[in-house]
């Protein structure tokens, strides 16, 4: 990878990184493809397949996250990827003189709310591994989903502080005909919880339809005791929580207008799934 990358940045070529966990849905060929139309015909595409320990805290699925490594690199062969990043774990994180990797890169405010109130050292995970991996392939250009929209403003939040030379491009939420949002996490859902996991999604189309109808801004309050009234009435839903939010600082409000966005984590079983959307 490294001498590749020297390589390209002697050739002044535009690197585009998509990072994922691998198991690669619709979702993440969305963003791919944004990839290589951002790239044209000189730029190169990297994707990175590595699902990274310490963003899984220790009752959480490291163990049973899904993996399928042929099917991923047959999916970016087909695309065309560059390179396909497939590092170990021993090699990211590798113990020098015996000593077990110590470093870690924080964002510490937008990290603290929502999913970080559920996973307290999830973002803390996160923002190492990028930083990891942007000195490793050194990329111009960077690309996200929506999806996680508050892992977003986070890594945002960190190039701009930390001054790195990465643009972010951010792909928008790919769905399921029945809005689920693509996961590698929904094949954990049950052939009995599958019809009930566009739950979140419903929650978002029924806030925004409220929202868009109102000549003011609507009582957050409001908006939850209805949300809460469905997730109450779907079968095995549990909710983590529910939070109307402003996009940039993420905090949460209580007069809810267009520019505004729902997040919500909600659990089917074993299953966590999350989404957000704007009003
Ligand atoms: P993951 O492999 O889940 O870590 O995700 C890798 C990248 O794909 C992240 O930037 C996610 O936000 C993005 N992503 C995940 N699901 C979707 C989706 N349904 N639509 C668009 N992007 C997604």
Redesign the pocket.
């Known amino acids: 990878m490294n001498r590749q990358v020297s390589t390209w940045q002697i050739e002044g070529r535009s690197i585009i990184l998509?990072?994922?966990?691998?198991?690669l849905?619709?979702?993440?060929i969305?963003?791919i493809k944004l990839a290589k139309k951002k790239a044209g015909n000189d730029g190169k595409v990297v994707v990175s397949l590595f699902v990274n320990p310490h963003q899984f805290a220790p009752n959480e699925d490291f163990d049973q996250y899904p993996r399928s490594e042929s099917n991923d690199l047959s999916i970016c062969q087909k695309l065309n990827v560059d390179v396909i990043f497939l590092p170990s774990v021993s090699e990211i994180y590798p113990s020098t003189h015996g000593l077990p990797f110590s470093t870690y890169v924080s964002e510490n405010a937008l990290s603290l709310l929502m999913e970080g109130q559920s996973r307290p050292d999830h973002f803390r995970g996160v923002t190492t591994i990028l930083i990891i991996l942007f000195h490793i392939i050194k990329p111009t250009h960077s690309?996200?989903?929506?999806?996680?929209f508050q892992?977003?403003a986070i890594v945002k939040k960190m190039i701009s502080d930390l001054h790195i030379p990465v643009k972010m491009i951010i792909?928008?939420?790919?769905?399921e005909a029945d809005g689920l949002?693509?996961?590698?996490r929904n094949s954990y859902l049950t052939t009995h919880q599958r019809p009930f996991a566009n739950l979140l999604f419903r929650c978002i189309r029924v806030s925004r339809k409220r929202v868009r109808e109102a000549s003011h801004p609507v009582s957050a309050l409001s908006l939850k005791h209805d949300l809460l009234k469905m997730i109450d009435e779907t079968p095995e839903a549990k909710l983590d929580y529910l939070e109307f939010f402003d996009p940039i600082s993420l905090k949460p409000i209580s007069q809810v207008s267009r520019k505004d966005r729902i997040g919500l984590a909600i659990t089917f079983g074993k299953t966590r799934l999350i989404d957000n959307g704007q009003m």
């Open positions: 998509i990072p994922t966990m691998g198991c849905h619709k979702g993440h969305h963003l690309v996200f989903g929506e999806k996680d892992q977003v792909g928008k939420t790919i769905r949002a693509l996961s590698s």
